[in-house]
């Protein structure tokens, strides 16, 4: 089989082997993560957190509109036309190397206009640099049209082990905001570098129509790029509203609890990384594929999300305090509702690759606007009398508006499929179970580690027990595993 035609002919065995890899790979990262987060927070305490939060949400913002799209549009088009994978790669590259530098400069000047000292607008000067510096890392799309997404988990955790290095390092060192911005952009150049030297191995850069390449892809990209950018402003805007309408310790409070959810969306961007190209390659000729492609991605989404949310309903003082300490127990207020706005971030996955797929790009950037609107005005309404947690619920309520407008206009709309819900409730009460079970050792006095105990336990036996998973699911990734392990 060549590399051509793997994306195409993966089996969903494969395909499962290849989602797997990534959730162990990513939940080794976010483990990483979650150590290097709690060192940083307790570093540079709740205002400088909250200094470092609202940096690290205007250079989100501004990347993800820096990247324009542009990843995900050639994804489709190589995906489609692959006898020209190399051609579009080469394209994208270009293009994204071209973006960047205004991006970043951008993403400076902003970081300038909300910085309450010297320092933070500096240590925003640094970080806006990754933005530039990251730009060829759109070469791993090449892994991703191949079905070996293991090799962009290397790189990361690779990344992820030299910022905890540096995080601890300047923790021990009493290095501040601009010591640990300057890691931070160090460490992107070098696992950048790293990324081009695997990629080029794998694929050799084309030339040939290269600016009719670039057009297109800038032409699909950019509506793409306008959706997402609106998408990640409604998601990171509240952060920076926080800050200056309610001051450093909310913000400092609401970023410890929203990092959980960012750092958790390595669930769905795993599952979509593998789904992603194998949905554009039945697109439009076999629709009954995409409707089964569907339905096992929601699936997955949520057996994935609901324990997580059930578990913070229940213990959402804990988490923190474990995580960051006493100092941001105030935290787990907001805790359970942006879990609960990180299940239908989840979905949102799939509805935005989706309209991708099918190329109802203009739709969605009409609801996310509409999403980035309501944002803005209810955290207007409610951040001056109810702070962070104000803050929190309207994250919540602005993923039901888009999830719900979003499912309607790609699932329903374009693809002609609607949901299986007996799955879905199955896997949902799976979660209330293993919820009541860990609310009754809570109940008990049990600390935190028996209370994860209980939820690891209680809660594949509820699916397996109310059958919230298909055997031939689970002996197929069994099998693919073994194949792995034996090949």
């Not at 409070?253 to 194998?278: C, E």
């Not at 790009?361 to 009409?366: D, G, K, L, N, T």
């Not at 059958?467 to 197929?476: G, I, L, N, Q």
Request: glycine share 10%; proline share 3%.
């Amino acid at each position: 089989m060549t590399g051509e035609q793997d994306a195409l002919e993966a089996g969903r065995g494969r395909a499962a082997l290849d989602v797997l890899v990534q959730l162990v790979g990513r939940f080794g990262n976010l483990a990483l993560g979650v150590v290097a987060t709690v060192v940083l927070v307790q570093a540079l305490g709740i205002e400088g957190n909250g200094q470092w939060a609202t940096i690290l949400a205007v250079a989100t913002l501004v990347g993800v509109a820096g990247e324009f799209g542009l990843e995900p549009s050639a994804v489709r088009l190589a995906a489609q036309e692959r006898e020209d994978e190399a051609r579009w790669i080469t394209a994208l590259l270009l293009v994204r190397c071209a973006i960047a530098l205004p991006a970043s400069l951008l993403a400076a000047a902003i970081c300038f206009a909300v910085s309450t000292d010297g320092t933070m607008a500096l240590a925003g000067a640094l970080v806006s640099g990754t933005i530039l510096a990251g730009a060829p890392m759109s070469l791993r799309t090449i892994f991703q049209l191949r079905v070996r997404n293991d090799v962009p988990i290397v790189v990361m955790t690779v990344n992820s082990v030299a910022w905890l290095a540096a995080i601890v390092l300047l923790a021990v060192l009493d290095g501040g905001l601009v010591a640990f911005a300057a890691s931070f952009l160090a460490i992107q150049v070098a696992t950048t570098g790293l990324m081009v030297v695997l990629a080029l191995r794998e694929l050799d850069l084309q030339g040939g129509e290269l600016v009719a390449r670039a057009r297109r892809l800038v032409r699909i990209g950019f509506v793409v790029g306008i959706g997402t950018a609106l998408t990640t402003a409604y998601a990171k805007i509240d952060q920076v509203m926080v800050l200056e309408i309610a001051g450093e310790r909310d913000a400092g409070l609401y970023g410890s609890a929203y990092i959980l959810l960012d750092r958790l969306q390595f669930i769905p961007s795993a599952v979509m990384t593998t789904a992603f190209p194998l949905l554009a390659a039945a697109w439009p000729g076999d629709r009954p594929r995409i409707h089964g492609l569907a339905q096992r991605i929601l699936e997955l989404l949520l057996l994935a999300s609901a324990p997580i949310l059930a578990f913070t309903v229940v213990a959402p003082e804990q988490v923190v305090r474990a995580l960051f300490g006493a100092e941001f127990q105030d935290a787990g207020a907001a805790l359970p509702i942006l879990m609960g706005a990180y299940v239908l971030v989840a979905f949102g996955y799939l509805m935005g690759f989706m309209a991708i797929v099918v190329d109802a790009q203009r739709i969605f950037v009409r609801i996310a606007l509409a999403g980035l609107l309501f944002n803005v005005v209810a955290n207007l309404l409610v951040i001056p009398d109810h702070g962070y947690v104000g803050a929190a619920w309207t994250t919540l309520a602005t993923e039901v508006l888009v999830c719900g407008l979003a499912a309607r206009a790609t699932l329903v709309g374009r693809v002609g499929m609607r949901p299986a819900l007996v799955p879905l409730l199955r896997i949902a009460a799976a979660a209330a179970v293993m919820g009541v079970a860990v609310a009754a050792a809570e109940r008990a006095g049990a600390p935190l580690a028996v209370l994860v105990i209980t939820a690891a336990l209680s809660y594949p036996a509820a699916v397996l027990a109310l059958r919230a998973v298909p055997r031939s699911d689970v002996t197929r990734a069994v099998g693919a595993v073994r194949g792995r392990l034996g090949g």
